[in-house]
């Protein structure tokens, strides 16, 4: 596996899995929202119930982390599938949204505090 495969490739990659099966025609817009939806449900999963403590040594076990690594896969690719439906570039969204988050928690009022940007 390449470890400095970019956004890129790896959307090349998942648009040729895609397509190899046929699946497209499953990919609406609704049906990938859906998805992405349940996987991160399925995310949320493996550490419901779970203190900090556990959390630490779930991911601290190899094959629980596999596991965990392949949750946050599949969010990853169905936010990947989403973008690409709609038409834009999810890394250029994300670095819009961190430039606006940046205007909403701006460090001298936000640092060390979980307070929602309405309230700060």
């Known amino acids: ?8 490739e790896l959307l090349k990659q998942l648009l040729a899995f895609r397509d190899a099966r046929d699946w497209r025609q499953f990919h609406t ?3 990938l929202i859906v998805s992405a939806s349940i996987e991160a449900g399925e995310l949320l999963e493996t550490v419901q119930w ?3 403590d556990e959390i630490d040594a779930f991911v601290a076990d190899p ?5 965990l690594e392949h ?4 969010v990853l ?3 990947m599938l989403i973008a690409e439906k709609a038409g834009f570039d999810l890394v250029e969204a994300a ?9 909403r928690y701006p460090v001298d009022k936000a640092k ?3 307070t929602k940007y309405s309230a700060l």
Do not use: F, P, V, W
């Open 1 to 8: 596996m390449n470890a400095h495969l970019s956004i890129d």
């Open 29 to 31: 817009l609704r049906n």
């Open 50 to 52: 779970k203190t900090d």
């Open 63 to 67: 094959a629980q982390r596999k596991h």
């Open 71 to 74: 949750e946050c896969a599949d």
């Open 77 to 79: 690719m169905y936010l």
């Open 95 to 103: 670095a819009d949204k961190l430039k606006l988050n940046e205007t």
């Open 112 to 114: 060390g505090r979980s």
